[in-house]
């Protein structure tokens, strides 16, 4: 099979809206929020997502010199990325972060980090992820150990990265 039969082309119709130019889309309302058909996010929380992980990316340098060290970090993982705002806070640094939206969130954001121009993925943090863990230089895991509290043992999502 060619690989054209796998892709999907966008759609305006389901989406809600054009998709602006990179890098503009990456802090423009994206149109699924624009549009209304994300429940529970409005621009208003974008825009305040947005802001918060830029403030937090700052913090998060100033406390781990590290992080704000061109090429210490290449590859992250954002275990729970909700609008990709920890992703788009990193846009300006020499990184690749893959966005994860935990199967169990209350809200499926998948789309909207797609309208940014950001990479992503679904996961069940209970399962193990079907990716070598030592690829990432990087764990952010704001909020997911919350989400997963009744479903697994945090001790159990942690093992996974620590096994190789």
Not at 6 to 26: D, H, I, M, N, V
Not at 60 to 77: C, E, P, T
Not at 125 to 136: D, F, I, L, N, Q
């Amino acid at each position: 099979m060619q690989m054209q039969s796998f892709l999907t082309s966008y759609s305006e119709e389901l989406s809600g809206g054009e998709l602006a130019k990179w890098p503009q889309r990456l802090y423009m309302i994206p149109p699924r929020i624009s549009s209304g058909s994300i429940d529970g996010v409005t621009a208003e929380i974008f825009r305040l997502n947005s802001e918060l992980w830029k403030k937090g990316m700052s913090h998060y340098k100033a406390v781990s010199n590290q992080l704000g060290h061109s090429g210490r970090y290449r590859n992250l993982l954002d275990m729970n990325a909700y609008l990709g705002g920890f992703a788009a806070a990193l846009v300006e640094d020499p990184v690749w972060v893959m966005n994860v939206v935990p199967v169990e969130a209350k809200i499926n954001t998948l789309g909207v980090i797609y309208e940014r121009g950001l990479i992503g993925t679904y996961q069940n943090w209970c399962e193990a992820m079907s990716t070598y863990p030592r690829t990432y230089d990087f764990i952010h895991a704001h909020s997911v150990f919350s989400l997963y509290k009744d479903r697994c043992e945090m001790e159990d999502i942690l093992q996974r990265w620590t096994e190789f």
